[in-house]
């Protein structure tokens, strides 16, 4: 009995320890777990701190933009009332611009009104003309059936047709004569009247013949002149485009850097008269107009210009030094 007594108080001593051992396992966990979690605080207050100062970085350079916009704001402030001058200025030419946009606006409205109604008399004009050109047609087709056939032997059809084109007779078919009615009428006509339509077909041919040669001679003598203004305008360009090439060799020299700038060179002094007259001979050589003859029209121009430009040069200095003999 005293065995067993020590043997459960031996038992019951080392539960009791087992379980001091995981109750103090459990409070090292605890008090670790703790230890992490201060460190964690520690660090995220770490993080927090730096992104406070961050912030604060951020909020120093929002003030100084804030304080250079406001500079920016004041000094548009100050402009602001010059530009509003100016506004009050372009205002007033917008508001006049706009009356003269309306009176234009007005003349342009009843320039196409008249323009339209110019258009309405036109189309009305065409159709008749086209009415009259088509009566015109019927009649000549009558009368060349009436020249070339002979009446008696022309189908009821076209003794029809010719009866209603010159006799102006109904279309429809009641009431029409007889065929032998219609004979006798178309024969009378023939006899009568188809002399007189000849000489008048004769005399307009003859006057629509006059008329083409005319028209035809005026688009000549149009395309002649449209020809000659487009010579012309080309002679003015190029003569442009010389004169421009003179004054450029002409800059910044006297005449004998004029002349080696178009080619001509000159030994020596260029002040000598007998350089200048050798030189000027040469360039009369090569730029005279009467050797340009099938150059272009540019080079042709050129010359020209060069020539007036030396040969007024010469002058002057013929002028101031008692001239150059020879030339």
């Not at 406001?70 to 372009?90: C, F, I, K, V, Y």
């Not at 002149?225 to 002409?250: D, T, Y």
Request: aromatic fraction near 4%; include cysteine; glycine fraction near 4%.
């Amino acid at each position: 009995s005293l065995n067993v007594h020590k043997e459960v108080e031996a038992i019951l001593r080392a539960s009791h320890s087992q379980q001091g051992w995981q109750c103090a396992y459990a409070e090292w966990e605890k008090w670790s777990l703790c230890q992490q979690q201060c460190s964690a605080d520690v660090h995220l207050m770490e993080a927090t701190g730096m992104a406070a100062g961050q912030q604060y970085q951020v909020a120093v350079y929002q003030l100084q933009q804030a304080q250079a916009v406001a500079s920016l704001a004041m000094a548009t402030s100050n402009g602001a009332s010059q530009e509003h001058s100016l506004h009050s200025s372009l205002a007033s030419s917008a508001t006049l611009t706009s009356e003269s946009a309306r009176l234009s606006m007005e003349a342009a409205r009843a320039d196409h009104e008249k323009a339209w109604l110019a258009l309405e008399d036109a189309r009305l004009r065409k159709e008749q003309i086209t009415k009259e050109l088509a009566i015109h047609s019927r009649e000549a087709a009558a009368w060349e059936l009436l020249e070339t056939k002979e009446v008696k032997e022309m189908e009821e059809e076209e003794l029809v047709m010719v009866a209603m084109v010159l006799h102006e007779l109904p279309e429809s078919l009641e009431g029409l004569p007889s065929k032998s009615e219609l004979h006798r009428c178309l024969q009378e006509t023939k006899d009568v009247h188809l002399s007189a339509w000849v000489t008048w077909r004769r005399r307009n041919k003859t006057e629509t013949e006059s008329l083409m040669r005319q028209q035809n001679r005026l688009a000549e003598l149009k395309r002649e002149q449209s020809a000659k203004e487009e010579v012309a305008n080309e002679e003015a360009s190029a003569r442009e485009h010389a004169l421009a090439q003179v004054r450029e060799w002409a800059l910044d020299g006297d005449l004998c850097t004029f002349l080696e700038r178009c080619g001509v060179s000159i030994s020596g002094d260029g002040s000598d008269r007998g350089l200048l007259q050798k030189a000027y001979r040469k360039m009369m050589l090569k730029y005279h107009p009467d050797r340009m003859g099938g150059r272009p029209l540019e080079q042709r121009v050129l010359a020209e210009e060069i020539t007036k430009h030396v040969t007024s040069s010469l002058a002057q200095i013929d002028a101031e030094n008692g001239g150059l003999p020879g030339l």
